[in-house]
């Protein structure tokens, strides 16, 4: 046997022994992670979430025979309200979810501002989730869990008499968010100090309008194509369709929660859903409007509003600069913050930094409260860098320079991987020359 043909068999022995160490590393790293990973938890995805978090709950009666279940949130170690008649302590928070119907396990990121001194309050809004009708009945049978005003001014203020809460704080999502619009406007409580809306709407067909908008519309600039089919199934109301269920789920891995796999508690809200309350409120999807909130519009009465007010919404939200922009520019006390990684929402997509504004807006409207002074919005909480959207980026006359910066920077690290790569390249082939040569010679040897 000629030495360039034993060479060759060398090198071909060499390569082999390598790539196989390469597969098996990789194999069992595999397997070990589908044996040890079974899913993104919200709890993980929340930053500084203190150890010692108590949770209690209970049940409150409702009018016709159903309940309501409740979750209170606190910590031991953080200086908590005790719901005393002393400005000086925090006040709670009651979180309000969407939906209509979804459950409260979405928003539970929130819990946090239980680590940071304040109990905070989550509760399964009647007939979804822990709070579901009797399994003899149907939802049907309760035509008042399609009435807004039942959430705003019955089962809302009910819990708070339940609680014994005498000054709170409000935070809210989406339907939750006009929910506590109608509690402001028609319940008009005396003890609430704030309201935090997330992924606000006042206004229905301007909800709709907006998502279709070629500027700055979320549907408005998908792909034409799938444009077309979204329109087409809709005015043909293929709603529980193939295609339609198959758009919206893509839809809301875009718009609605970005964090994908989706976490546990999305899930848990997903599965808690009551799909009757739901669709005869808010319509077939979240990127459609029917049922009887379809024309629904809060916005001329804004200007009523009695509490200082923070809204946030996500840069990919359903929710539309269009739309928040009306609240914005009506209510007396108001503050706007846009939070650039999140979709509708935004305590799960940008958890730790919903958390740290909810704080902050708290903190100052609970200052000026203690000191008898009247809130004066942070108008720098909607300035750079608080509320930088595409919307306004649009606008920014800055805009190419910050891309161009961009790009730059992508460039610099192309160099710095294309450096890296090289040098393990190298390394490959040195390792394989000094293998070879030590083949070669235990075969001469022989």
């Known amino acids: 046997m000629n030495s360039s ?78 719901n005393t008649s002393d400005d000086s302590l925090l006040y709670p928070i009651i979180a309000v979810h969407g939906g209509p119907a979804f459950t409260h396990n979405y928003m539970l990121p929130l819990k946090q501002q239980a680590c940071r001194g304040r ?11 822990e709070s579901k009708i ?51 406007l028609n319940a008009r409580p005396t003890g609430l100090v704030s309201m935090t809306l997330s992924g606000p709407l006042s206004d229905g067909d301007l909800y709709i309008q907006s998502q279709w908008d070629a500027e700055v519309g979320n549907l408005g600039n998908l792909p034409p194509f799938v444009q077309k089919r979204i329109r087409h199934l809709e005015k043909t109301k293929q709603y529980e369709s193939e295609e339609y ?22 899930q848990k809200s997903e599965e808690g859903v009551n799909a009757y309350i739901y669709v005869g409120m808010q319509g077939a999807s979240e990127f459609a409007f029917g049922g009887v909130l379809a024309h629904f519009n809060t916005t001329p009465r804004l200007p009523t509003v009695r509490v200082p007010v923070l ?31 999140s979709g509708h929402i935004s305590m799960i997509d940008d958890a730790g930094w919903m958390n740290d504004v909810v704080e ?56 710095v991987a294309s450096f890296f790569v090289g040098l393990g390249i190298s390394w490959l082939g040195t390792t394989i020359s000094v293998k070879y040569h030590q083949r070669k010679n235990q075969y001469e040897l022989i």
């Open 245 to 266: 269920n198959a758009i919206n789920e893509a839809l809301t891995g875009f718009f609605t929660v970005r964090t994908t796999p989706h976490p546990d508690c999305f």
């Open 311 to 341: 809204l946030t919404s996500g840069a990919f939200d359903t929710m539309r600069p269009l739309v928040v922009d009306a609240m914005y520019q009506t209510i007396p006390q108001v503050e706007w913050v846009v939070l650039n990684h």
């Open 134 to 184: 009797p399994t003899a009945n149907r939802t049907e049978d309760y035509p008042h869990l399609l009435d807004p005003q039942y959430y705003a001014t019955i089962e809302l203020p009910t819990l708070i008499n339940y609680w014994g809460l005498h000054k709170y704080h409000v935070v809210g999502n989406s339907w939750g968010t006009i929910l506590l619009q109608y509690f402001e």
């Open 5 to 82: 043909k034993v060479a060759r068999i060398l090198a071909f022995i060499v390569v082999f022994e390598y790539l196989i160490g390469i597969v098996s590393t990789l194999t069992f790293q595999s397997s070990r992670l589908q044996e040890t990973w079974s899913g993104w938890t919200c709890d993980e995805l929340t930053p500084d979430l203190c150890d010692d978090l108590e949770v209690s709950s209970g049940t409150v009666a409702m009018e016709h025979g159903l309940f309501v279940k409740y979750w209170k949130y606190s910590s031991p170690s953080a200086t908590n309200n005790r």
């Open 360 to 415: 902050d807006f708290l903190n100052r409207v609970e200052s000026v409260r203690a000191n008898t002074m009247e809130f004066s919005p942070n108008i720098e909480a909607c300035g750079t860098p608080g509320c930088r959207s595409k919307y306004e980026l649009r606008n920014d006359p800055t805009a190419d320079t910050k891309i161009l910066a961009t790009r730059v920077g992508y460039s610099l690290w192309s160099l």
């Open 119 to 129: 109990d905070i309050y989550f509760y399964d809004q009647t007939g979804c989730g």
